[in-house]
Structures are given as structure tokens and as C-alpha cells.
């Protein structure tokens, strides 16, 4: 089996941070007060979507990009900067000293399907249509 190409289009970029339920404001406000400003001023950021899975106790950032090539072309310092503003405002909201209250579980990078059609396969759910 061989390795798909890197994406040419729009790519998602997939977070998962651990987010007590005592803390899920912080985590927002946190967010708010760093990333989302940071995030606008990116060349091809279109956006992103947070979310918060309550059983957990996670949250979930999908963050989308017009280019693999424009996310990956901002400096992984520049990305170190934002990283410590926000676990600097996250240890003043959540009272915690140090360290990063909101810790990265995972990350992932994954490519939109084809628009060829949906198949619905269960209520609420849908996955591409075969060849698509």
C-alpha cells in the first residue's frame, strides 16, 4: 500500500487537550485571550471550530487551513510564543503555578473527503460515497 500525497488543498488540523470540567472556562477564555487573536491575523487560516466532549473531560480544536503549505510555513517559534501566552493566561484562570493546565493528547492533520455525495449511514452520521 502507498502513502497518499500530501494534501494540495484545504487541510484540518486536529487538537485534543485535557480539559477538567472545573476549568472549561478557563480553557475558552484562555483560548480566546491568545490563539484566537493570533490565529486571524494567519495567512490561509479559515477558521476554527472548538469543542468540548463533557465524559471525557477533553476538549477539541478543529482548526482549518487553505494550505497544508500556509499552516507549515509559520515558524514553530512564532507557534512557541502563542503556546506560552496561552498556558500563561490558562496557570492565572485555573490558579495553577506551572506547567500547561490544558495539556496536548493528540494531534492529527486530516484532508476534507471529495464532495461526491453521502452516503447516510447512520442517523446523524454520514461517510463518503464508494470511489469518492
Known amino acids: 500500500m502507498t ?6 488543498g484545504p487541510v484540518v488540523e486536529l487538537l485534543r487537550l485535557e480539559v477538567p470540567a472545573g ?50 510555513a509559520i515558524p514553530e517559534a512564532e507557534v512557541g510564543r502563542v ?13 495553577q ?4 493546565p490544558f495539556p496536548l493528547l493528540a494531534e492529527a492533520e486530516l484532508e476534507p473527503l471529495a464532495s461526491t455525495g453521502n452516503v447516510t449511514t447512520t442517523p446523524g452520521l454520514t461517510a463518503a460515497a464508494p470511489g469518492g
Open 3 to 8: 502513502t497518499p500525497e500530501p494534501a494540495k
Open 23 to 72: 476549568h472549561y472556562r478557563a480553557w475558552l477564555e484562555a483560548e480566546k485571550a491568545s490563539w484566537e487573536p493570533w490565529l486571524a491575523e494567519q495567512p490561509g487560516f479559515q477558521g476554527r471550530q472548538l469543542l468540548w466532549d463533557r465524559q471525557r473531560q477533553e476538549g477539541a480544536l478543529l482548526i482549518r487551513w487553505a494550505s497544508r503549505g500556509q499552516w507549515k
Open 83 to 95: 503556546q506560552e501566552r496561552f498556558e500563561q493566561r490558562a496557570r492565572q484562570l485555573t490558579g
Open 97 to 100: 503555578s506551572r506547567g500547561n
